[in-house]
C-alpha cells in the first residue's frame, strides 16, 4: 500500500509542533514489536503514546487531534466534524481504493473500468475544494492530511499506466490543492519524497 499513510501520523504531529520518535519497520520481515502492537492488521503506522499502542491512521490522527489541542485537525462544528470524517474515509475507500489498488493491479478492460471510476472519485474531490484553499478551509485539516498521499504518488501511478489522471484542465482545484499541499510539508520539513511504488 502507500507508504505515505504512515506519514500522515508524522504530518500531523509536525503540524501540531509534537516531538516523536520514529521507528522503521522493515514489512518484508515485520518486527516482534509491530505484531505485539497491532496483533490484528500488523500493518504501520502504530503510534505508541504512554506505553499504549494506537492502530489505523485515520484513528491515530482523531486521537492525536484530542490529544494535542493546539493547530487543531477537525472543526468544531459536529456537522463539519462529521464531514471530515466522511471525506477522509471517502479517500481511503474510494480514491486510494480505485486510483492506486484498482487501476495498478487490475488487466485490460478492468484497468480501463478502474481510470473511470479514479476519475469519478476525483472529481467529488475537485467539488468539494470549491471556494476553499484546503479541504479544511484556509488550513490543513484532517482532510488534507488523510489525502496527502494523492500529492506525492499520483503522478507515479500516471507514469505506471501511461494515462493521464489528473489534468489541470479538468482539476485546476485539485491540482493547486496537491501544490500548497506540498508547499506547505515542505516548508514544515516535513515533505514526503516521492517513492517508488
Ligand atoms: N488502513 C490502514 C492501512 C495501513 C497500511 O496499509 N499499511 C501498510 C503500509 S503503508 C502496511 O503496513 N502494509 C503491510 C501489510 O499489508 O502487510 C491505515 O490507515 O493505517
Known sequence: MVKSISFRVIWALKLKGVEFDSVYEDLSNKSPLLLQYNP???KVPVLLHN????????????????????????????????KARFWAKFGDDKVLQTMRMDVLSKQGKETREAIVSTIENLKYLEEELKGKKFFGGETIG???????????????????????????????LLVAWMQEFSISQQSKRVGLQRQTL
Not at 494506537?54 to 493546539?70: A, F, G, M, R
Not at 488534507?144 to 493521464?164: C, M, P, Q, R, S
Open 40 to 42: 490484528v492488521h500488523k
Open 142 to 172: 484532517l482532510v488534507d492530511i488523510a489525502l496527502g498521499w494523492l500529492a506525492y504518488h499520483f503522478n507515479a501511478v500516471e507514469e505506471i499506466i501511461g494515462v493521464k489522471l489528473i489534468e489541470q484542465q479538468k482539476f485546476p
Open 51 to 82: 506505553g499504549k499502542p494506537i492502530c489505523e491512521s485515520l484513528v491515530i490522527l482523531e486521537y492525536v487531534d484530542e490529544t494535542w489541542k493546539q493547530f487543531p485537525l477537525l472543526p468544531q462544528d459536529p456537522h463539519e466534524r462529521a
